[in-house]
DNA sequence: CGCTTTTGACCGGCGC
DNA sequence: GCGCCGGTCAAAAGCG
């Protein structure tokens, strides 16, 4: 979900005692070491509690006044999104039987359909804002493009360095794919490969992989849709039948966070760069994530590798702004569910 | 035998 | 209307 747009959920949870704990004269701090007078410590103890108190009911309130404000949202969300699955769901027969027969080709034109940013904002003007002259093949039409929005409502595109002696076109990204058809296009002589998610059979995703014309040892895939079932297996961060040969990835989601993987670097860890950005164009900011660390098939499987990954996860989910809400509301969640418990802060 | 891959044919959008 | 092009279908072949 992704109301980060509407509402600046965006906490650092961290900040709000420091400035108390710097109130805190050092020699104080140094007097619980050096053993002055029982009195002033416990004076500084009183003063220190009684200003951590006044912070953490300042916290709190203001921890229940954002779970308030996320709860709103969220029931907009859901309202919204119930509307819009109502609506499509009862135009899916009329539009399925005026296709029945033949192969309808989707139109590509979005210009007068939703973009991601709307459909993260909800805006159901992109539905209803249809002029009054609209044909119910316009609605039709309309419809299609909004299913066909949907599905589409995630593009991935991924390039991988691979061996540039290895021609398979084969992507182990931990999904079950089904190759369906290969293509020589206009722009590039090698050809590009077409694959189905085949491990649900009511999965939409879909896989184009094609090498680059520029360096044919880069592979690049580019997945439409989303899954709707977990992976069936460990991706292996690689293309074809021998990951040794794979050395780079980068992801990039169109509208969505953006995270690329580096995987260049010989066989040190090196955390190179890490930054955030944040487009004008995505509702929830493309985030920007660079690492760079090795490949390299056992030196994956050292626990120095899998400490890595798991810091870089950690990292990248503490700079998410989404992560962040929804911490900061199972985080105040609790803090009431606690205080209703027990009456008390 | 069932699933996957290959590959030529086909379809529909688009530009001229 | 025609040709080009990207995407998809489906029969045949391959494979375990």
Redesign the pocket.
């Known amino acids: 979900m992704e109301f980060t747009s509407l509402v600046d959920t965006s906490l650092d949870l961290s900040f709000r005692l420091r400035p108390v704990l710097e109130k805190v004269p050092k020699q104080e701090v140094q007097s619980d070491f050096t053993g002055l007078s029982r009195e002033r410590e416990n004076m500084g103890v009183k003063n220190e509690a009684g200003d951590l108190l006044e912070e953490l009911n300042r916290v709190s309130s203001e921890n229940k006044k954002l779970t308030e404000m996320l709860t709103v949202v969220c029931e907009n969300y859901n309202a919204l999104r119930n509307q819009m699955m109502e609506y499509m769901s009862t135009q899916n027969g009329v539009a399925e039987d005026s296709s029945a027969g ?4 989707k ?3 979005i210009s007068n359909i939703s973009n991601p940013v709307n459909n993260n904002n909800n805006n159901m003007d992109v539905v209803h804002g249809r002029s009054s002259e609209s044909s119910s093949s316009d609605e039709e039409s309309c419809c299609k493009k909004l299913r066909e929005e949907h599905i589409k409502a995630k593009v991935t595109i991924v390039s991988m360095k691979t061996d540039a002696s290895d021609t398979s076109l ?1 992507v182990k990204d931990g999904y ?8 020589v ?3 590039n002589p090698c050809p ?3 694959f189905r998610c ?1 491990f649900a059979p009511g999965c939409p995703v ?1 896989k ?1 992989v094609q090498r680059s014309i520029e360096d044919q040892s880069i592979v690049v895939a580019t997945y439409e849709g989303e899954h709707n079932h977990p992976q069936t297996s460990k991706p292996e961060l690689g293309a074809s039948t021998n990951t040794s040969t794979a050395s780079r990835l980068n992801v990039t989601t169109i509208a969505g966070p953006t995270i690329t993987l580096d995987l260049t670097a010989p066989k040190t860890i090196e955390k190179r760069d890490m930054k955030m950005n944040h487009s004008t164009t995505s509702p929830i900011g493309a985030n920007s994530i660079r690492t760079t660390t090795t490949t390299g098939g056992e030196y994956q499987n050292r626990p120095e590798f899998q400490q890595f990954l798991i810091e870089q996860m950690a990292t990248s989910l503490t700079k998410d702004p989404s992560f962040k809400a929804a911490l900061a509301a199972a985080i105040s969640g609790k803090i009431l569910q606690h205080n209703n418990q027990t009456g008390r802060w």
């Open positions: 033949s192969r309808k080709r139109a590509e034109s084969i079950q794919w089904r190759k369906y058809g290969q293509k296009t206009r722009d590009r490969a077409y085949s879909k184009k």
